[in-house]
């Protein structure tokens, strides 16, 4: 045995390529602990205990990789050598044999691991900034690599151990490796993994499944570390008990019945290839002699006809192999039931959000986030076995030998093409399987080309791009994995560090969802130039390729090499109109020099806005939209105003800008000016700011979540890229560290809850839109009246009253639905395919107005809009505005609410946000201090709470409330411990998880009557023209009508942090 193991790491340290391996595995891991550091929380350090452990977990899954290459050449070089018809000659024994090769390879496959974790845990050591702590021990890396290194690099080294000696053949093994990884990932869909579950936990139960059938541990991992705190997860090593431990010791098991498994079918005696059979020639009968034989002259071409009868002569060979491999089947198997098990889950949704309809977009959307990266694989494999099976067959010298074997590379690419189109084909075919299971018939075919324009044709690109590599390196093995070097090079966030430019990151797939309302919007036209443009990068390298290889340039060649530069150039340069680059460097320095210039009027007296007057028109088929509004200034302080700050966002171009005080006007240049006025501002006087902006956005950079105009279905926030008044705390760098080298001060800190109140800044809004013939648009406000003009719908909206800074417009090709209540009118404009909701959303509206009406008081508007947009805007379900309620359409509005859990989401959805109207974005505003989205959201979810009851009974309700408490407690670990009363806005799991439990938990102990009460009487005192109010406001009020035996229950339910 001790023969063996050593034989075979000399054969390994004795090639220079090793140690080119060694140094690559070295800088991998570096780069990934100086820069590829994933946050499981902010306030939880990067080099914590915890998340050092999920970070060597995640790269033990490298182990699935690293042993499938050490794999296909370790356990399979006396075949591909011809010395294993002789082995059983030598006196090396079976169980010698077999245990030494078995040792072998898990210290390689450990040992790659181990440099991977030392270079990792090296790049930690260049990180800096504000999330990493002074001081780790070693024991943080050691005990991770040990639990998950040690055991995953077993149990994968024994599984593909087993699969090669069973099967005696390379393809099984590679399939066997393939199954692991999307095992892996099916298994994490389960497990409440803040990065595979986010918003959508999973049952208890499913986690513990997770926990107990994860091979590679980290479910077992989140499961046991899921009541940690901050603190802890900081300080302390996730300890191995519980699920975590029978997890490592059940597959620890699992992985030496695998070892004994293999070692039982080993045989000297197994023919190479897993052929068992052997060819035998056919005896041909002789009838008659060499007079009765028929003999044909052949007449060779070698025109361009014959090339490519040539090519297609390789690649119907390549075809024959692989669609008769049984390989094939089994990774189409696997292909299939990974990307199933994912639509399955996208569709089912978790626990929090209902059934999802399955529509071709949805469908579409899964396979290309799930297919692009496997495809990587598998083309990195197959491209590998198809190109050196004429050298491992000892055919290639005479294959090479043919005038026609120059096309033989084509061949391989035209039939690596076939195999892609094939898979493509299938998983098309799977999404049209699961939109009939699921009784969804609408079959959107603009949406399935996606399939093959960002995942098909990319495959096809860097197909090429493996055979070019697997034809310059002589080394087969070496030629692979620089290809799956290639596909980590390119693929998800390590390519937008490493390569900046877009352009050049052609083999990348799309993973923005389709829009019913927009479908692939103008990215798929940008797409398609950017693959144009790697089809040209490729075909010259493939030109080059060959004219070094056979050393012959001609004009043909030079040619093609000069349409394919300038078609490329042509491409590359309409992908990249209106690029800019992205400069983190840059954008700290503007950061740095806005705070030490402007920071100075902070605490300087500015005008607030009262009124603002703005026209809007949308060009959605453009992506650009301009605006020209007024602003009236007024200054309400006490004090004469000298100067003024005034902030434009840098993302819209400044047309015109006029500043008027005491008639006098100045012409505003720069995004961000300091006016000095030559007169003060009064207290109680005025000024005007007029302003004409414009905006387009560009594919290349990419659209704004919140600013996505589009071609149909636009949505943006437009307030916040309206004009500010004076110092913006938000502009400023929270890194510690980085504020320390521009040599800034501490930073503004969240306003405290005892901080002086402050009076509300309401404005009254003036607001026209104008958009394209065939869209309604929506705005802030009341709709006062809407006309056709040169071809142009315009839509005139307007406040009565008061409200807070903050508006909002959609725009889209609706069907509408109108409803007058109790003289209140009700709009809905959805997408003309999602009416399924519709009706039932007006129910909830009319229920969620009725009880807020008799429970908190009058509803400040005439009428309400609930406007559907589309995908290509994140970030929520809904969004409330005065009079106006947003929601996209891949979240709640278009679900499949009568599916077998029977989630209601509808009533939630018009509960929590129209409740808005009364507590957040119309009738009181607090300002950003601790607290405050205890008085928006926390209020929201106790009205949604409470409708839910009204509709489906307190049991339904509570079931709700349970939910809840598990999102907190899902989520509490991340996040500093905070009281309710003091809740910052980033802390959601507080203010709306939370908040629901505290909300309903109040209501049991005094009474929802009680608690309407309260929150009537507290709405009263601070509405605005009051001052705004804060949270030990309400909580006040909640005290006065309830017994005093209470009051201590009552300000621990929201003064406790647990």
């Known amino acids: 045995m001790k023969q063996i193991f050593f034989f075979d790491l000399r054969s390994y340290f004795h090639r220079y390529i090793t140690y080119i391996v060694v140094i690559a595995l070295l800088c991998m891991g570096i780069f990934a602990g100086s820069r590829f550091n994933l946050s499981v929380g902010e306030e939880v350090y990067l080099n914590s205990p915890y998340t050092i452990g999920f970070m060597v977990a995640m790269l033990s899954i490298s182990v699935i990789f690293i042993a499938t290459v050490l794999a296909l050449q370790l356990l399979f070089k006396e075949g591909d050598s011809r010395f294993d018809a002789v082995l059983f000659t030598t006196p090396v024994s079976r169980k010698s044999f077999v245990l030494g090769r078995f040792f072998s390879f898990f210290t390689l496959t450990f040992g790659c691991f181990a440099l991977l974790v030392l270079g990792f845990a090296s790049g930690q050591n260049f990180h800096d900034g504000m999330e990493m702590q002074s001081h780790t021990q070693t024991g943080s890396y050691l005990y991770p690599f040990v639990v998950f290194g040690l055991v995953n690099a077993l149990f994968t080294c024994s599984v593909l151990y087993a699969v090669a000696w069973i099967t005696h053949r390379k393809l099984p093994v590679v399939s066997a490796g393939l199954m692991l990884y999307i095992f892996y990932l099916v298994i994490l869909l389960f497990s409440n993994s ?121 690649m119907k060979k390549d075809l024959t192999y692989l669609f008769k491999s049984i390989t094939l089947v089994a990774v189409s198997v696997l292909l299939l039931f990974y990307v199933g098990m994912e639509i399955y889950a996208e569709i089912e949704g978790g626990i929090r959000l209902p059934q999802k309809y399955a529509g071709s977009g949805l469908m579409v959307s899964v396979i290309s986030e799930n297919f692009h990266f496997l495809g990587l694989l598998i083309v990195a494999y197959f491209v590998n076995d198809l190109f050196w099976r004429s050298r491992i067959s ?110 050049l990151r052609f083999f990348a797939g799309h993973t923005l969802p389709y829009s019913d309302f927009n479908g692939y919007g103008v990215y798929l036209s940008s797409f398609l130039l950017r693959l144009l443009f790697g089809l040209c990068v490729i075909g010259l390298l493939w030109l080059i390729n060959s004219s070094i290889k056979y050393r012959k340039i001609n004009m043909p060649i030079i040619l093609c090499c000069v349409v394919l530069a300038g078609t490329a150039f042509f491409s590359g340069k309409k992908f990249t109109e209106g690029y800019l680059p992205v400069n983190k460097t840059d954008m700290l320095q503007t950061a740095a020099r806005y705070e030490q210039e402007y920071r100075k009027y902070q605490f300087v007296p500015q005008p607030v806005i009262t009124d603002v007057k703005t026209r809007i028109a949308l060009y959605p088929d453009q992506n650009a939209y301009a605006v020209t509004g007024q602003y009236v200034l007024k200054n309400k302080t006490d004090e004469s105003i000298h100067k003024i700050l005034l902030n434009f966002h840098p993302d819209l171009k400044v047309e015109k800008a006029v500043f008027r005080a005491s008639g006098r006007d100045k012409i505003i240049s720069e995004k961000i000016t300091g006016l000095v006025l030559q007169e003060p501002l009064l207290p109680g006087d005025s000024a005007t700011l007029h302003f004409e902006l414009a905006c387009k956005w560009y594919p290349v950079n990419g659209h704004r979540s919140f600013n996505a105009i589009i071609e149909n279905g636009s949505f943006m926030r437009i307030s916040r890229y309206y004009p500010r008044i004076g110092y913006q705390p938000d502009h400023e760098i929270t890194d510690k560290n980085e504020r320390k080298r521009y040599g800034l001060g501490e930073a503004t800190a969240v306003k405290r809850l005892n901080a002086p109140k402050i009076h509300n800044d309401f404005i009254h809004l003036d607001m026209t839109i104008s958009t394209t013939a065939d869209q309604v648009a929506v705005g802030t406000g009341e709709l006062i009246r809407e006309w056709q003009e040169d071809d142009r719908n315009h839509f005139h909206y307007k406040t009565k009253e008061a409200i807070p800074f903050r508006f909002a417009v959609s725009s889209g090709v609706y069907t509408g639905k109108t409803v007058e209540y109790e003289g209140i009118r009700i709009r809905v404009l959805y997408h003309p395919r999602h009416y399924e909701n519709t009706a039932h959303l007006i129910d909830n509206i009319k229920n969620t107005l009725d009880y807020c009406i008799s429970n908190f008081g009058a509803f400040p508007f005439q009428s309400v809009t609930f406007a559907e947009v589309s995908s290509f805007t994140k970030g929520f379900a809904a969004t409330a505005y005065p009079a106006v309620i947003f929601m996209t359409e891949d979240m709640v509005f278009h679900a499949n609410i009568k599916a077998d859990r029977q989630q209601d989401v509808i009533n939630e959805l018009a509960g929590h946000e129209l409740s808005h109207l009364w507590w957040g974005n119309n009738r009181i505003a607090p300002d950003d201090r601790e607290g405050a989205p205890m008085l928006t959201e926390t209020l929201a979810m106790y009205t949604e709470m409470m409708l839910y009851k009204k509709m489906h009974g307190r049991e339904k309700m509570m079931e709700r409330v349970k939910m809840h408490r598990q999102i907190y407690n899902a989520e509490k670990g991340f996040a500093p411990p905070q009281p309710l009363y003091k809740v910052t806005g980033e802390n959601i799991h507080i203010s709306y998880s939370k908040g629901a439990v505290v909300m309903v938990a109040l209501s049991e102990l005094i009474g929802e009557h009680n608690v309407n009460k309260a929150l009537k009487e507290f709405l009263r005192k601070h509405c605005y023209p009051q001052e705004a109010p804060v949270s030990t406001d309400l909580i006040n009020e909640f005290l006065k009508v309830s017994d005093k035996k209470y009051h201590g229950k009552i300000k621990t339910l929201f003064e406790k942090n647990n």
């Open 394 to 503: 000892g055919f290639y010298d005479i294959e090479n030998s043919t005038f026609f074997a120059r096309t033989k590379l084509a061949g391989h690419w035209l039939s690596c093409s076939t195999l892609l189109l094939f898979f493509s084909v299938l998983l098309l075919l799977q999404g049209l399987i699961f939109q009939y299971s699921y009784g969804y018939f609408h079959i959107d075919g603009q949406a399935y080309t996606g399939v093959f324009v960002f995942n098909t044709f990319p495959l096809i690109l860097f197909a090429g791009a493996a055979l070019l590599i697997n034809d310059r390196i002589r080394n087969r093995y070496l030629a692979l994995g620089v290809s799956l070097l290639l596909i980590l090079l390119i693929t998800g966030p390590v390519s937008q560090k490493l390569i900046r430019q877009p352009l």
């Open 194 to 314: 803040p990065f595979m579950a986010g918003s959508m936990p999973q049952s208890v139960f499913a986690q513990q499944i997770s926990a107990l059938t994860d091979p590679f541990g980290l479910s077992a991992y989140f499961y046991e570390a899921r009541d940690f705190t901050v603190s802890r997860r900081n300080t302390n090593l996730v300890p191995l008990t519980g699920y975590f431990l029978i997890n490592r010791v059940l597959f620890t098991g699992v992985s030496f019945l695998f070892i004994i498994i293999g070692c039982k079918y080993f045989s000297f005696s197994a023919k190479r290839n897993g052929a068992l059979k052997q060819r035998r020639l056919k005896s041909v009968e002789k009838n008659g002699g060499a007079e009765n034989t028929s003999f044909v002259v052949a007449s060779p071409a070698f025109g361009t006809l014959a090339l490519l009868r040539s090519a297609g002569s390789f």
